[in-house]
């Protein structure tokens, strides 16, 4: 039941998230306005650490993307070819 709830609060996070940062009501709505230096942006970037958070809390590894192959990892795949 524990786990099914922290599941379920990831996934409103993840789709509220992603609608902030796409941001339909063309700037409209802002937590913090974008025109302030420095911390007009503060807002996206808490925006953006929910999304990632709440997609590693449900299994989604997206630093997977970014990371860079070692040599073993790419010896290995050339082996598998």
Same mark, same amino acid.
């Given at each position: ?10 996934? +409103? &996070? *993840? ?6 940062? !796409?941001?339909?009501?063309f700037g409209f709505f ?19 650490? +929910? &999304? *990632? ?6 299994? !989604?590894?997206?630093y997977r993307y970014f ?14 070819k």
């Amino acid at each position: 039941m524990r786990k099914k709830f922290g599941d379920t609060i990831a996934i +409103i &996070l *993840i789709i509220l998230s992603i609608i902030y940062l !796409v941001n339909p009501g063309f700037g409209f709505f802002e937590v913090l306005p974008d025109n302030m230096p420095i911390i007009g942006n503060l807002d996206e970037l808490a925006a953006s650490v +929910i &999304l *990632i958070g709440s997609m590693e809390f449900l299994g !989604v590894d997206i630093y997977r993307y970014f990371r860079k192959k070692n040599l073993a990892d790419k010896l290995y795949e050339e082996k598998k070819k």
